[in-house]
């Protein structure tokens, strides 16, 4: 062969390979929220289901015939470290999508940063109104809302636990304020006055003076708007001094390690708290929930709308034929999607049209179970 024709051939074949490369090049997804810290059990679960997401789309053939490859972004539920976060998962990593975040106070700031640079942003976790209140067109959450939250926690509370004298506490945060106040709202609309209104810090450990006023008012129940950070505690000291309220709360303690933080499953038996109806039991994602466990993994809390958002987003890239984040937008506002916890549908401002609070309860076990 001549040397010419050893050049042609090298050519040629560095070209297909080139052109190979750019047929198959990633869809690059961010999945952002509190990888480390003491709130990392939230953000195992969107990697956890995202990446097994992944993993099925792209046997299935990826999105537009192109493998979905993950992004990890690390905020630890820390505003300014969730737009440093947004700003390389846009400049550096160039993804054409976003799975997150998971702290409300963290969405809403990196957000901005999404919207600004039009990318989708779908949050399987982040419950503020605000999240979707503010019209950014490519925002979008694969939970409820804590005004539809708050609202369930109450009634719950007057009808079934015939509180008369409650506590509404929070810890000063974008999400455990919004969701308390929504709870001491509705509680005002059906007669009952929260006797203690109070706000404690997040990363404090010591509620003991706390725990006393809550003594001192005589409540029956305490409503507390957080995470299980600062739940568990609050909660062991409540039971160490003897306070026997019913102890009520929301999504942001369904994780087990509520039971580590409060120091045993003795303490968290019988508290209550609001989560969507358990997607383990959705028919639609079964054999998907078998899988996990088979690979010795159990899929709580928010596993699986990590799973279902990215499927809502290759759902919505692959009819647009392409990872244009506007026109996918547009779609998932007028197209519902089936996913692993059934079919969803958005409204105008990116919100489920349908939502399933419920209530849970905590067993002797450490375990919650849907009442």
């Known amino acids: 062969m001549t040397m010419v024709r050893k050049g042609m051939l090298a050519f040629a074949v560095s070209a297909a390979l080139g052109l190979s490369s750019l047929a198959r090049a990633d869809i690059l997804i961010g999945v952002a929220g509190p990888h ?10 969107y990697w956890r289901g995202a990446s097994q997401a992944a993993a099925d789309i792209n046997a299935a053939g990826g999105i537009n015939g192109e493998p979905v490859k993950l992004v990890k972004g690390d905020d630890a539920c820390e505003p300014k470290q969730a737009v440093s976060v947004a700003n390389r998962l846009v400049d550096q990593d160039k993804v054409a999508a976003v ?8 969405t809403i700031p990196a957000s ?8 989708l942003t779908i949050t399987p976790g982040s419950t503020n109104p605000q999240v979707t209140e503010r019209g950014l067109t490519g925002m979008f959450r694969m939970c409820g809302r804590d005004d539809q939250q708050g609202q369930v926690a109450a009634d719950f ?19 455990g304020q919004g969701i308390a106040d929504s709870a001491r709202a509705q509680l005002s609309k ?3 006055a929260a006797v203690l209104y109070e706000g404690l810090t997040r990363g404090e450990k010591d509620f003991n003076a706390l725990v006393t006023k809550l003594r001192g008012a005589n409540v029956d129940v305490v409503y507390f708007g957080g995470l299980h950070t600062e739940a568990g505690p609050l909660l062991r000291q409540m039971r160490e001094q003897g306070l026997t309220a019913a102890f009520v709360s929301g999504d942001g303690v369904v994780t087990d390690e509520l039971v580590t933080t409060a120091g045993g499953p003795q303490y968290v038996k019988g508290a209550f708290m609001t989560f969507g109806a358990d997607p383990r039991k959705i028919p639609d994602g079964q054999a998907l929930v078998e899988k996990l466990r088979a690979g010795g993994y159990e899929p709580e809390g928010y596993t699986l709308y990590a799973y279902a958002s990215l499927q809502a987003l290759a759902a919505a890239f692959n009819a647009v034929g392409k990872t244009d984040s506007e026109k996918a937008a547009e779609w998932l506002k007028s197209h519902p999607v089936a996913t692993v916890m059934g079919t969803k549908e958005w409204d105008a401002k990116g919100d489920l049209k349908v939502s399933d609070y419920v209530i849970y309860e905590w067993d002797d076990q450490g375990k919650y179970h849907q009442k």
Not at 36 to 45: D, I
Not at 112 to 119: K, L, P, Q, S, T
């Open 36 to 45: 480390t810290g003491p709130n990392a059990a939230f953000g195992e679960q």
């Open 99 to 106: 799975i997150g975040h998971f702290c409300s106070s963290s």
């Open 112 to 119: 901005e940063v999404y919207d600004e640079a039009g990318i």
């Open 157 to 175: 509370i007057v009808d079934s636990l015939k509180g008369k004298r409650v506590a509404v506490i929070h810890d000063k945060d974008t999400y």
């Open 190 to 192: 059906r007669g009952v």
